[in-house]
């Protein structure tokens, strides 16, 4: 059986144990031990003695503890308040503008994901903050979930964000290029999402009223207390790619700002931070067996040889390497329709990369065109927590918005993931989008 044939049965295993809702980290562990114990002659010492390799290698290495640690920060941000404050500072400059308070709440999201990393965390606290002023406001139900649920995708490509540190780690890439490569493909996005929304009330103007406009004391007062948040997104992102603090030492530190910033503020008590701390140790828990399992799987797949005879097959194919980009980036979107965001990098990243890798791309340098792939590869992914039929962030947004059908709200998303593929296209046609800081930094 080719290397090809092996990976393939692997996989359509694998989805087969999906479809039955068994728990992707379990589901990749089991093929993976499974596809290991037949690869290698069906006996039990290699399969026993790469368990044991496996989670040792994969737990005790000190780059995961970043992720608890960037997980804990968002925790901190999510029951110490702070999302108000970032709403507030964004409506007070943002809300008297026809869809502004759509505006603001796609604002406050880019601001939010920029101390929390998880788009599920940022679309259901700013879900809980903002919701209520667009439905004051008489906004369109579907504008306003539509807006939410596309915002909260911020909460991943705006560093700092768990899936680049997964990246980073499957790839032995530099988190903090990772984390500067982000910012701009970030601002862009919430910018085409902010376009989005002035062209439908453009279209409709009773989709999305005007707001009362804020006195500029009040916008300055708004503008003090969101300070100390975006100082600490600074200190993360200027410490780590300063070189004055690694990616898990400015992490803690974002994390022990954001503990102090939330009790300082007195929107979290001891309550907040059992919670936070209850949070963060569950979420790490589903990361850490999730990354278990991937590890898994791809001993499996090394053994098969699959990633290597599918990157030997893609160069002789004598496709176009942007031919070949474009059906990566289709095959993700296809993913995204029945997996998390997470499993779909866990899954596809060893397989793909070397695919990618071994391809030339605009005159790309390796370490250039991994970290173009990572942010690529990010931004579709995102795709896939608002693309219907499964769409994480707009079932959430949904939950919060009882009043407004499903149906609606997938209606609503939709030119938003309009902007998602435009923006798609103009980093893969201007990869320097996406390494200007880099380079910049990089002197």
Same mark, same amino acid.
């Given at each position: 059986m080719s290397g090809i044939a092996a990976g393939s049965l692997i996989f359509v295993c694998l989805m087969a144990l999906l479809a039955l809702r068994v728990p992707i980290g379990i589901?990749?562990?089991?093929?993976? $031990?499974?596809?290991?114990? !037949? !690869? $290698?002659?069906?006996?039990?010492?290699? !399969? !026993? $003695?790469t368990w044991k390799h496996v989670a040792w290698a994969r737990l005790s290495n000190y780059d995961l503890i970043v992720i608890p640690m960037f997980l804990l920060m968002g925790q901190f941000a999510t029951h110490g308040g702070l999302s108000q404050a970032l709403f507030r500072f964004v409506a007070a400059f943002m809300g008297h503008l026809r869809g502004g308070i759509a505006m603001a709440s796609i604002g406050a999201c880019a601001g939010f994901g920029a101390i929390c990393g998880s788009s599920l965390a940022t679309a259901a606290t700013m879900g809980q903050v903002a919701l209520p002023e667009l439905r004051r406001y008489g906004y369109a139900g579907s504008l306003a979930t539509g807006a939410l649920a596309a915002g909260g995708t911020l909460g991943i490509m705006i560093p700092p964000s768990v899936p680049l540190v997964i990246y980073a780690i499957l790839t032995q890439e530099s988190i903090g290029k990772l984390f500067m490569a982000a910012v701009l493909p970030g601002l862009i996005a919430m910018v085409g999402y902010m376009i989005v929304v002035r062209i439908i009330v453009r279209l409709k103007p009773e989709a999305g009223p005007a707001g009362p406009v804020v006195p500029w004391p009040e916008r300055l007062k708004a503008l003090a207390q969101v300070a100390p948040v975006l100082g600490v997104f600074l200190v993360v992102i200027v410490g780590i790619y300063g070189g004055w603090a690694n990616p898990t030492e400015a992490a803690a530190i974002g994390a022990a700002a954001c503990g102090v910033l939330a009790v300082a503020t007195g929107g979290m008590r001891l309550k907040g931070i059992v919670e936070s701390a209850l949070g963060t140790a569950q979420a790490t828990a589903m990361i850490f067996l999730v990354l278990l399992g991937a590890d898994m799987l791809n001993t499996a797949l090394a053994l098969s040889q699959m990633p290597v005879e599918l990157a030997a097959w893609v160069q002789a194919s004598g496709l176009t390497p942007m031919v070949v980009m474009v059906a990566i980036l289709v095959i993700y979107i296809l993913l995204g329709c029945v997996m998390d965001s997470l499993a779909m990098i866990l899954l596809t990243i060893p397989i793909f990369y070397p695919v990618v890798m071994g391809l030339e791309f605009h005159g790309l340098t390796a370490s250039d065109k991994s970290i173009w792939f990572g942010i690529l590869a990010l931004m579709v992914v995102e795709i896939g927590l608002v693309h219907p039929p499964v769409g994480m962030n707009v079932f959430i947004i949904n939950r919060l918005a009882k009043d407004v059908p499903l149906v609606e709200t997938f209606k609503g998303v939709m030119p938003f993931l309009a902007s998602d593929l435009l923006r798609i296209v103009l980093l893969l046609a201007v990869p320097s989008i996406s390494l200007v800081l880099v380079r910049s930094f990089s002197g």
């Open positions: 589901a990749m562990f089991a093929m993976g $031990s499974g596809g290991h114990f !037949l !690869l $290698s002659g069906a006996e039990w010492a290699p !399969l !026993l $003695s």
